[in-house]
């Protein structure tokens, strides 16, 4: 059976590790931040990681899209869109007014990673503007806090699974901004992951232009231009050797074996353009319903 790393139980990360793998699909297991998610990988104690690497409100993980370019050598081996669902989670007993109803008023502190946070914003300001928004490593560490810390009127921002997992109640559920909130992840490892079949295929790479070639990267873009090559994803990174020099991360949808991608990754090796091949991998829609 394959083994999985990733980011904390009762996270996002872990609910769609299971979505990709199935609930005994893969051994997961868990790392309390993403280098040692990455480093599992690397050190061969786990056969992929599950990377988050884009949300439709907060756009890139930058971090985690850096540690992919510069940190490490582990091949894209698939990828996944899964809803990112966030709940208010805490003690009911806690928080109930004389009416029974939940009070907000009553909690001081709420807790969770700072992109989940982020995507609560309209929620928080609404109902908790008097409370401290504190940003921990995980929302899965978030809730673990709330459990270890009864009486203290906080609350955390997590997944449901979260808080069956550590036995804490759902004070609000789905407390997004945006009900069409989804993140991308990466599986990245060395071997191709065959638990799942999918007709659609997608190839990244990171291209790293001629200093002294004026309109490389429109040489880059014209050769899949002309031949109908369609890229979803085109982000510079710097190359962190000097100011003002990028890599450029660009996700195209097709797979390296066709006959067109070569060519096009020829003709822009003939310009002086440096390229490295992230993967050529599987793509998986989500094929639920959020909510």
Not at 32 to 41: A, E, G, R, W, Y
Not at 202 to 226: M, R
């Amino acid at each position: 059976m394959i083994s999985v790393a990733l980011l904390p139980e009762g996270t996002v990360s872990d609910e769609a590790a299971r979505y990709l793998c199935g609930n005994d699909g893969a051994v997961r297991v868990y790392r309390k931040l993403i280098s040692d998610v990455f480093l599992s990988t690397v050190n061969g104690d786990t056969d992929y990681s599950v990377i988050p690497i884009e949300n439709t409100i907060e756009g890139s993980v930058s971090m985690h899209l850096d540690w992919l370019i510069h940190e490490v050598d582990l091949p894209i081996q698939a990828e996944w869109i899964y809803p990112s669902i966030q709940n208010l989670i805490g003690r009911s007993s806690e928080c109930r007014g004389d009416n029974g109803e939940i009070d907000f008023g009553r909690i001081v502190r709420v807790m969770s990673h700072p992109v989940a946070m982020a995507q609560c914003q309209e929620f928080l300001r609404a109902n908790l503007p008097h409370a401290d928004w504190k940003n921990v490593s995980s929302t899965a560490e978030a809730v673990r806090i709330v459990q270890e810390n009864p009486g203290m009127g906080l609350a955390a921002i997590g997944t449901s699974i979260a808080a069956e997992h550590f036995g804490l109640d759902v004070l609000a559920p789905g407390v997004t901004d945006h009900s069409n909130n989804f993140t991308r992840f990466l599986l990245v490892g060395k071997e191709p992951f065959r638990l799942k079949e999918s007709p659609v295929r997608k190839t990244t790479i990171l291209v790293t232009l001629p200093e002294d070639y004026p309109g490389a990267l429109h040489q880059v873009l014209s050769a899949f231009a002309w031949r109908r090559i369609n890229l979803s994803r085109i982000e510079s990174r710097p190359t962190k050797k000097q100011l003002g020099t990028y890599h450029f991360y660009i996700e195209i949808e097709m797979a390296l074996d066709t006959v067109l991608l070569p060519a096009a990754l020829e003709e822009i090796k003939a310009i002086g353009c440096g390229v490295r091949i992230l993967g050529s991998y599987p793509l998986f829609a989500y094929e639920g319903r959020q909510g």
